[in-house]
């Protein structure tokens, strides 16, 4: 039963350009959701994370949407670089529980 | 910035032998996440503790043992390793409460032959 649900395996953006993520969750307990960039052989690296009482949230070219009604939410990178090549993990939690949900993961490819 | 700390770094063990990862939080995190990544899949949640007291347990198998000590460290005790217990393993930590941004050490790579 996955809870978190990333339904593109991979996505390809040309350089400047902006890089949608999407990720859909089923659990409406949810109220904390988190994007985690993960490099091969790395660990994740925590990107941006968003509460439910918000529903966008803003950190560099980095802004997450939540759409509660649609249990969806989904990472914006404007403008794409190179670098953000790497697959992008949306992870949930429930506020007073102590473990993340993550999704499948997005392998993201940014061509210069 | 210190970052959490995972070691070994790699392990190879055989079928059937015991083996032991430790984690270090970041310093001041109460919270400590146990994650098993396979290949291509995702982290996959096995269990939590939060002020020394497990907290949370997910798809932990009954042969996997976790304890978080005094000092905030845990270890994850692995026995009788099977073929399908190869995987990366990740250590997270957070400041409590399961909200606010869980931050991942770089897993130990276990290889099980």
């Known amino acids: 039963d996955q809870q978190v649900k990333q339904n593109s395996p991979s996505l390809s953006v040309q350089e400047g350009r902006i890089s949608i993520l999407n990720c859909d969750y089923t659990?409406?307990?949810?109220?904390?959701f988190l994007w985690y960039k993960k490099y091969p052989a790395e660990g994740p690296t925590f990107l941006i994370s968003i509460s439910s009482i918000k529903d966008k949230n803003e950190d560099g070219r980095f802004t997450v949407f939540l759409n509660k009604s649609a249990k969806h939410l989904s990472l914006h990178i404007v403008p794409s670089q190179p670098g953000d090549s790497a697959v992008y993990f949306c992870?949930?939690?429930?506020?007073?529980?102590?473990?993340?949900?993550f999704g499948t993961g997005t392998r993201l490819k940014v061509l210069a | 910035a210190a970052g959490v700390i995972q070691s070994p770094r790699h392990l190879i063990k055989e079928k059937r032998e015991t083996a032991t990862l430790k984690c270090y939080p970041i310093p001041r995190h109460d919270t400590v996440y146990w994650y098993q990544q396979g290949p291509g899949q995702d982290p996959q949640f096995l269990i939590s503790?939060?002020?020394?007291?497990?907290?949370d347990k997910g798809s932990i198998p009954d042969r996997f043992s976790a304890q978080q000590f005094s000092d905030y460290h845990s270890e994850l005790n692995m026995s009788s390793l099977e073929l399908g217990d190869s995987a990366l393993y990740f250590c997270?930590?957070?400041?409590?409460?399961?909200?606010?941004?869980?931050?991942f050490g770089q897993g130990t790579r276990l290889t099980v032959v």
């Open positions: 997270a930590s957070s400041l409590g409460l399961g909200v606010g941004e869980a931050f």
């Open positions: 659990n409406s307990m949810f109220d904390y």
């Open positions: 992870a949930a939690s429930v506020e007073g529980t102590y473990k993340y949900i």
């Open positions: 503790f939060y002020e020394k007291m497990q907290s």
